[in-house]
């Protein structure tokens, strides 16, 4: 039998392992979440474990963001996909039973997992990038930056830079050593998310920093840092506002050229086909007017392999794209718009690039997607394969399930057979292929478990933050940040996903960063 110091040692071993795995590999989760259950069960002091567990109700309570899932299998007709959601959820049994009940580890060894998933992390940025820039030689074929990301997908790791990037800022806070490392690794994951035209990461961390702000004001023990990093933060939010706005307006404005005004034909004479209702833009050009389809289709095919009835690399019909892509010229949509473009313009519809503006990268190339993707649902275009506004159509048909199952939801395992129903009672607008989960882990629950469920779930979300030693910088840092991809995302739909909330919950309430430092 095995010492109680080295079970010690094997949890430690155990953790840091997770902590590597988060950002680099699924199998390492698993391999880690395996050891830290078998080296528990072999350790036995089941006694002394559940006496710890019984006192401290928190540990119990968060057992019940998995046990819920248990009780509403009984309402379930796919057992199969039920016991399957329950496999993924397993993160949310462990964790608060192991962390809950095994010593605290010492400051020292909580620093350590910090710093190594903070280099962990790290690696995984610098390596994506590597072979993104073909520095790295991989079979790898990525051609849309916001794939970079090679181990895990963008949004999760998006996740894992916040709180990277959290952590950092109470490291320069609190540590005396490496703050010029520390700062430069804050700018390179800053950078990170700018470069993979993260939104999700960027508003997040706009939140945070008003977050830490309205913090320092109210916890700050010097009051000149209390009103410094207010106004700093503020200063911060404000100018990534206005960021926001300047380029919508930018986006939104129409230019004074010829093509933006409806012309009676095309040099030959044809009639040009004109929208007047849709004001969709394209690089400051309206979209939908001066277009002669059947010239447009004939030149394409006489210069293309692809043909203009199919579909561009990127799956998107190529009829649009084509016409996306000669309005960023500010051409009319005819043979002589195809016609004036050159070998590689062509290759860049073919590759799926709407739009001839040469924003290979950076939050300015996501920010017009998004006005794109918020300007063509207003102007009645179909959402599907738009990221965004999509979500909208999965909440609205969400809640319209919700509706026919208020009190005890459609059970564990009929979430996604349910949610397809409901698209085509509703009769969605969204294309077969693109009917998905309600991307929101809070009607996702409603859903599954009903309003009695729902009420449970927010509970036993919430009440770590009810208790005061919960109330410190690092853990309400990393509560928002999981609050508000739950908001947008199924975070605890995947194994990424649950396993970074349940080993980030659990740690940081029963392990975390607890010292007179914090002040």
Request: with cysteine; aromatic share 14%.
């Amino acid at each position: 039998m095995l010492g109680q110091r080295a079970h010690y040692f094997i949890y430690l071993a155990a953790i840091i392992i997770l902590v590597i795995g988060l950002s680099t590999s699924e199998f390492l989760m698993s391999i880690s979440s395996i050891t830290l259950a078998v080296n528990w069960v072999l350790e036995g002091k089941f006694k002394v474990k559940f006496q710890k567990l019984k006192a401290d109700k928190l540990a119990l309570l968060l057992t019940f963001l998995f046990f819920i899932y248990v009780f509403w299998m009984a309402g379930t007709s796919d057992i199969n996909e039920g016991l399957k959601e329950l496999r993924i959820r397993l993160p949310l049994l462990l964790f608060p039973i192991v962390l809950g009940s095994i010593p605290r580890f010492k400051e020292k060894e909580l620093i350590l997992i910090a710093r190594l998933f903070i280099l962990a992390t790290l690696v995984s940025t610098l390596i994506s990038v590597g072979v993104y820039l073909e520095w790295i030689p991989t079979s790898l074929d990525i051609t849309d930056v916001r794939n970079i990301s090679i181990f895990i997908s963008h949004i999760r790791l998006s996740l894992l830079i916040c709180v990277a990037l959290v952590i950092s800022i109470y490291f320069i806070l609190v540590e005396k050593s490496n703050r010029v490392l520390i700062f430069l690794g804050i700018l390179w994951f800053i950078g990170f998310l700018y470069l993979i035209q993260s939104a999700t990461g960027f508003v997040i961390l706009f939140i945070l920093v008003g977050f830490l702000g309205v913090y320092s004001l109210k916890n700050s023990g010097k009051t000149w840092l209390k009103y410094v990093g207010f106004i700093t933060s503020l200063f911060i939010v404000f100018g990534g506002v206005m960021y926001v706005w300047k380029a919508k307006k930018d986006y939104f404005r129409v230019s004074e050229k010829v093509c933006n005004s409806p012309l009676s034909g095309t040099a030959s004479g044809d009639v040009y086909f004109h929208d007047m209702e849709n004001t969709q833009v394209e690089n400051n050009n309206y979209v939908w007017r001066n277009i002669h389809y059947p010239g447009l289709r004939k030149a394409w095919n006489e210069r293309s392999n692809i043909d203009v009835k199919g579909t561009d690399k990127k799956g998107q019909p190529v009829i649009g794209t084509l016409i996306r892509y000669l309005t960023s010229k500010g051409l009319c949509k005819d043979r002589d718009g195809v016609e004036s473009l050159t070998n590689d313009e062509i290759a860049e519809i073919e590759a799926g690039n709407p739009s001839s503006i040469e924003l290979k990268f950076g939050i300015n190339k996501r920010l017009n997607e998004i006005f794109w993707e918020i300007d063509s649902y207003i102007n009645g275009q179909n959402p599907s394969g738009n990221s965004v506004i999509m979500r909208l159509e999965f909440w609205k048909t969400a809640k319209a399930l919700i509706s026919d199952n208020i009190w005890f939801g459609v059970g564990t395992g009929d979430g996604k057979l349910e949610m397809q129903i409901m698209y085509d009672k509703t009769n969605s607008v969204l294309d077969q292929n693109w009917r998905l989960g309600s991307h929101n882990e809070f009607l996702s629950t409603w859903v599954k478990t009903g309003l009695i469920g729902f009420i449970i779930f927010v509970i036993a979300l919430f009440s770590p933050i009810l208790r005061k030693d919960n109330r410190n910088f690092i853990y309400l840092s990393f509560f928002l940040i999981a609050i508000l991809s739950f908001l947008a995302e199924n975070t605890l739909e995947t194994q990424p996903g649950v396993t970074f909330f349940g080993f980030f919950n659990c740690w940081l309430i029963f392990h975390g960063f607890k010292t007179s430092k914090e002040n």
